[in-house]
């Protein structure tokens, strides 16, 4: 990973032009309603962000799509090209009771960061956030939707916030309702973790995400130097409970 710039973008509140990406490097959407998400024709939403990518010169992950009877999300290079995708892991039954889960982790390698793309709930999945960033994540774009009225503080302190502190990583977490840049709490101005906020009507949020800051944070918290890996390949590897009883 290297410094590298990243902007959060609700492209309702601005439909002419929404925003002046300037030297950003990768854009996040925001905003997406569940009408939006289960309704998109998904050929013509990534071909327009595609477009989008190779005029102004950036990376993005457009909003939440479905594809072959799954919730997806992308990356798109600057030159329009989708990197890679990843599939929900784990899905809320009452938003999306249709489709089916996935059961495989891929890491995006950039030229800035090797990125994961963690999929709506999966976001409140500890274990999905630790084995990509055991698979060599250096920062996840978590993309969600959460029903208004369930939508509290919480959710995100539970989810993106916690998996930040826990893996000592960047998330940048959007959602119909807002968006934020997270990161260590020691990577934030005020120590709480949030670097930028933007709430249901703000247009964007922006920052430079540094590597020095996120390094210094690590050496005060070197969580995966205290890891203890027996224990985790006692439970969590071939060799688990899990393991043995889908085998029987």
Same mark, same amino acid.
């Given at each position: 990973?290297?410094?590298?710039?990243v902007v959060m973008i609700n492209p309702k509140?601005?439909?002419?032009?929404?925003?002046?990406?300037?030297?950003?490097?990768?854009?996040? #959407?925001?905003?997406?309603?569940? !009408?939006?998400?289960?309704?998109?024709?998904?050929?013509?939403?990534?071909? !327009?962000?595609?477009?989008?990518?190779?005029?102004?010169?950036?990376?993005?992950?457009?909003?939440?799509?479905?594809?072959?009877?799954? #919730?997806?999300?992308? #990356?798109?290079?600057?030159?329009g090209r989708v990197m890679g995708s990843q599939?929900?892991?784990?899905?809320?039954?009452?938003?999306?009771?249709?489709?089916?889960?996935?059961?495989?982790?891929?890491?995006?390698?950039?030229?800035?960061?090797?990125?994961?793309?963690?999929?709506?709930?999966?976001?409140?999945?500890?274990?999905? =956030?630790?084995?990509?960033?055991?698979?060599?994540? !250096?920062?996840?774009?978590?993309?969600?939707?959460?029903?208004?009225?369930?939508?509290?503080?919480?959710?995100?302190?539970?989810?993106?916030?916690?998996?930040?502190?826990?893996?000592?990583?960047?998330?940048?977490?959007?959602?119909?309702?807002?968006?934020? =840049?997270?990161?260590?709490?020691?990577?934030? !101005?005020?120590?709480?973790?949030?670097?930028?906020?933007?709430?249901?009507?703000?247009?964007?949020?922006?920052?430079?995400?540094?590597?020095?800051?996120?390094?210094?944070?690590?050496?005060?918290?070197?969580?995966?130097?205290?890891?203890?890996?027996?224990?985790?390949?006692?439970?969590?590897?071939?060799?688990?409970?899990?393991?043995?009883?889908?085998?029987?």
């Amino acid at each position: 990973m290297r410094d590298f710039s990243v902007v959060m973008i609700n492209p309702k509140k601005d439909p002419t032009g929404f925003a002046d990406v300037g030297h950003t490097e990768l854009v996040v #959407l925001a905003g997406d309603s569940i !009408e939006d998400v289960k309704n998109r024709d998904v050929n013509n939403y990534l071909n !327009e962000w595609a477009k989008y990518a190779r005029e102004h010169g950036v990376y993005i992950v457009p909003g939440l799509y479905i594809e072959d009877d799954y #919730l997806c999300l992308c #990356l798109i290079d600057d030159n329009g090209r989708v990197m890679g995708s990843q599939r929900a892991c784990h899905l809320n039954t009452r938003s999306f009771p249709e489709l089916r889960r996935g059961d495989n982790i891929n890491i995006i390698d950039t030229p800035f960061a090797k990125i994961f793309l963690c999929v709506d709930v999966d976001t409140l999945k500890p274990q999905i =956030i630790r084995a990509a960033v055991l698979m060599g994540a !250096e920062v996840v774009v978590s993309v969600q939707y959460i029903a208004p009225d369930r939508y509290n503080e919480s959710m995100i302190l539970a989810g993106a916030w916690q998996n930040a502190q826990q893996n000592c990583i960047y998330i940048l977490n959007a959602h119909n309702l807002g968006a934020n =840049i997270i990161g260590p709490c020691e990577t934030s !101005e005020d120590l709480s973790g949030f670097i930028k906020r933007m709430g249901a009507d703000s247009l964007d949020i922006r920052a430079e995400l540094s590597v020095s800051s996120r390094d210094k944070a690590y050496g005060n918290f070197p969580i995966f130097k205290t890891l203890n890996r027996d224990l985790y390949n006692r439970y969590f590897g071939d060799h688990s409970h899990a393991a043995r009883r889908k085998k029987s």
